[in-house]
């Protein structure tokens, strides 16, 4: 495989994981402030931080509204990350690499960006969680087209990388900023109140029904190695992580290396890191601080694949 093929498949579907997430996080927010108007804390702002671009944000639009977030996130066209802006560069990867995609699969990303684009208008001004309801449906059709129609070969694993890259990104970050503004005051722990906040943050990953099957009650502690360290629940940075460690394992199988890559290597340290860490650990040496080391090491991973395979002769 030409690494320039090897990196368009990578981007296309870290592009389209992007847009999928920013979806589910605007969804569930849309949902906790019908359900709970009077909100104790600010439900947009976070949204905007889990970028890391709050000046971006704020040169342009300044206060969090509702409707500025929605706009900012998702219909952007000048934010480089918004999910129009991301299905539209993810659909431009997908057309420069269309020998290597099954026609289904094409036609149902491309399908997913015109639905977005042509929805835009009436979400810039009533926003509402049907909308983005229904564009994760896209992106959960498009996953399964993906992973039905296409031979887990190379070209699958390098769009695997970058799906589940982008998946512990989004994941941890959420978490991360939501962490923190969730951290309950003394007379709501226990209340409902509590518990719908919690139970939103799992709704944004869809593992509220999964983390219910295995506790009864909403706990912190549970819920923070729910999201880090769950074995087998997909969305979790564990699973994202070790998902990646496999699929380059397989690369390396399919191209006769000798040696393993650098990007293998970081994500077998990372997952031995994650593997070796417990929950008391991270809150105890401070959620923020944990999540910042691992920011790190994703993008290292990343800049590792390019150094690898994308910005150098490959063939497998």
Not at 16 to 38: G, K, S, Y
Not at 56 to 69: L, P, S
Not at 175 to 180: N, S
Not at 286 to 310: C, K, P, T, W
Request: hydrophobic share 40%; proline share 3%.
């Amino acid at each position: 495989m030409l690494s320039r093929v090897a990196e368009s498949i990578y981007w296309m579907s870290r592009q389209a994981e992007r847009a999928e997430n920013l979806a589910r996080f605007i969804e569930v927010t849309l949902h906790m402030t019908l359900d709970q108007p009077e909100y104790l804390v600010d439900p947009w702002e976070p949204l905007v931080q889990v970028t890391g671009d709050n000046e971006w944000f704020k040169k342009k639009y300044g206060k969090a509204t509702c409707q500025n977030v929605v706009q900012f996130l998702a219909f952007d066209g000048e934010y480089h990350s918004s999910m129009l802006t991301c299905l539209r560069a993810s659909r431009e990867n997908a057309r420069s690499v269309r020998e290597a995609l099954s026609t289904e699969a094409f036609e149902q990303l491309n399908n997913f960006y015109h639905f977005v684009r042509d929805s835009s208008p009436p979400q810039l001004t009533d926003p509402t969680a049907d909308f983005f309801d229904q564009v994760r449906d896209y992106a959960l059709m498009w996953t399964g087209v993906l992973d039905s129609t296409m031979a887990h070969n190379t070209a699958w694993h390098f769009m695997n990388i970058g799906r589940l890259l982008e998946r512990a990104d989004k994941t941890s970050r959420i978490l991360d900023v939501k962490y923190f503004n969730l951290l309950p005051r003394v007379e709501d722990v226990g209340t409902a109140v509590d518990d719908l906040q919690w139970s939103t943050l799992l709704l944004a990953i869809s593992g509220f029904e999964a983390y219910r099957r295995e506790h009864q009650l909403m706990d912190i502690e549970k819920i923070v190695a729910f999201f880090l360290f769950h074995r087998t629940f997909p969305r979790s940075i564990y699973s994202c992580i070790a998902g990646v460690d496999r699929s380059l394992r397989e690369i390396e199988s399919e191209s006769e290396s000798e040696l393993p890559g650098q990007a293998r290597q970081r994500i077998a340290a990372l997952r031995h890191r994650l593997e070796n860490t417990n929950v008391k650990e991270v809150i105890a040496g401070g959620m923020h601080q944990f999540i910042d080391r691992l920011q790190v090491e994703l993008n290292a991973v990343g800049d590792s694949l390019g150094q690898d395979y994308f910005y150098a002769t490959y063939s497998a």
